[in-house]
T-cell receptor, first 111, second 117 residues
Framework: NAGVTQTPKFRILKIGQSMTLQCAQDMNHNYMYWYRQDPGMGLKLIYYSVGAGITDKGEVPNGYNVSRSTTEDFPLRLELAAPSQTSVYFC??????????FGSGTRLTVV | AQKVTQAQTEISVVEKEDVTLDCVYETRDTTYYLFWYKQPPSGELVFLIRRNSFDEQNEISGRYSWNFQKSTSSFNFTITASQVVDSAVYFCALSQYSGGGADGLTFGKGTHLIIQP
């Protein structure tokens, strides 16, 4: 089992550029999440989804968009990259009894 | 709103010493899950433990042990006979029990543990 797969692992963006961080899981989990981790901080929830077609904002959603057209995929879109979005991004999925599986992370730098 | 506080930003000990990482949480829920994750220098998140709020038994797994005290809203983590490989950032986290924790985890800021040889 691959678990949760995130691509790319690293990316450098220029201010104002757009990109999509990909996340896919093969465990048939209903719930999926995007977190960001800034240096010296814990992970903060950006967006989450409880199933295909349903998404909701987390603690820090500004500057991001998500979609969930299938159970497996939960892409995160940055429309106009800003230096404040330099961070490590983690995707996660879970089943209803509270077990979470995390991807290996995407390190994004906006210059 | 939920909150997790890890007051120790960084701890440095010499190998073979015991070390305890503190975690204090706040939640209005009567039932919830508590977690500990390890983040080694390579950056991935490694799951260590999940505990239901209605199970207050302490747990031991090898050199790791966890002390859950609902009365003080604490879920502390002890490493016995620490090793250099234990050097990492450790996160405590909380999720709701109702709804299967669908709205995700609330993380503390983490404790950076340094084990010196």
């Amino acid at each position: 089992n691959a678990g949760v797969t995130q691509t790319p692992k690293f990316r450098i963006l220029k201010i104002g550029q757009s990109m999509t961080l990909q996340c896919a899981q093969d465990m048939n989990h209903n719930y999926m999440y995007w977190y960001r981790q800034d240096p010296g901080m814990g992970l903060k929830l950006i967006y989450y989804s409880v199933g295909a077609g349903i998404t909701d904002k987390g603690e820090v959603p500004n500057g991001y968009n998500v979609s969930r057209s299938t159970t497996e995929d939960f892409p995160l879109r940055l429309e106009l990259a800003a230096p404040s979005q330099t961070s490590v991004y983690f995707c996660a999925s879970s089943y209803s009894t509270g077990g979470y599986t995390f991807g290996s992370g995407t390190r994004l730098t906006v210059v | 709103a939920q909150k997790v506080t890890q007051a120790q930003t960084e701890i440095s000990v010499v190998e073979k010493e015991d070390v305890t990482l503190d975690c204090v949480y706040e939640t209005r829920d009567t039932t919830y899950y508590l977690f500990w994750y390890k983040q080694p220098p390579s950056g991935e998140l490694v799951f260590l433990i999940r505990r239901n709020s209605f199970d207050e038994q302490n747990e031991i797994s090898g050199r790791y042990s966890w002390n859950f005290q609902k009365s003080t809203s604490s879920f502390n983590f002890t490493i016995t006979a620490s090793q250099v490989v234990d050097s990492a950032v450790y996160f405590c986290a909380l999720s709701q029990y109702s709804g299967g924790g669908a709205d995700g985890l609330t993380f503390g800021k983490g404790t950076h543990l340094i084990i010196q040889p």
